[in-house]
């Protein structure tokens, strides 16, 4: 059989289609776009993307995304954050979701991920460890367990919970204005406002 497309573009296709939610038709929609864009449009696409990798990382106490350069996220340096209540979230697009409520000033822990053993996700590659060293370091006193309203963020919490131990804090988790199964990243603000400041102790 004759091949139907150009083989660059069927790679394009490929690789479109490798994204999260992208079915088949999608990705030939996003590649013929392109094609049909001017040339500087994919140019600059694919620069951003090569640089991804280089442009970005993870600050090494929070593990909040930054850019390249920078040593320690602004949300952690910032003199108007309180370091002694830290938010626990399961990724850094989390922090995206909460700091656009505008009502929390403390700081974050991002744990990397959430237990699941489906997906061969354990305690040990999450940032636990690093995170029990900050609660000692910043003498933090609010622990807020920010871990989505599902089995994997509440297995992750009470992980959490049993890791703390003794330590004298207080230990509070997200309201259930949070529906189960939502990600905090597609969380509406209100909702995450509420959920905010109703957070309960654990």
């Not at 442009?55 to 954050?81: H, M, N, W």
């Not at 370091?83 to 822990?109: C, M, N, R, S, W």
């Not at 999450?126 to 609010?142: G, N, S």
Request: aromatic residues 6%; proline residues 6%.
């Amino acid at each position: 059989m004759k091949r139907v497309i150009p083989q660059p573009l069927a790679n394009l296709i490929e690789a479109i289609g490798q994204l999260p939610g992208v079915g088949p038709r999608t990705a030939e929609r996003y590649a013929y776009w392109l094609l049909r864009a001017d040339p500087s449009r994919s140019t600059l696409l694919a620069k951003t993307i090569k640089d991804l990798h280089t442009s970005v990382s993870y600050c090494p106490k929070t593990f909040a995304l930054i850019e390249a350069g920078q040593k320690i996220s602004p949300l952690y340096t910032d003199p108007k954050r309180d370091k002694q209540v830290v938010a626990v979230v399961a990724d850094p697009f989390d922090i995206v979701a909460l700091e656009k409520t505008g009502t929390f000033f403390g700081t974050y822990h991002v744990l990397g991920g959430l237990v699941s053993p489906i997906e061969g996700i354990g305690p040990d590659q999450l940032r636990i460890k690093e995170l029990l060293v900050r609660l000692d370091e910043d003498k933090v006193k609010e622990l807020i367990l920010a871990t989505n309203a599902s089995v994997e963020g509440e297995s992750t919490a009470l992980l959490i919970t049993q890791e703390v131990g003794k330590r004298k804090l207080k230990i509070t988790r997200l309201a259930r204005g949070l529906p189960v199964g939502l990600d905090l990243e597609y969380a509406d603000q209100i909702t995450l406002t509420r959920a905010l400041e109703g957070r309960q102790i654990v």
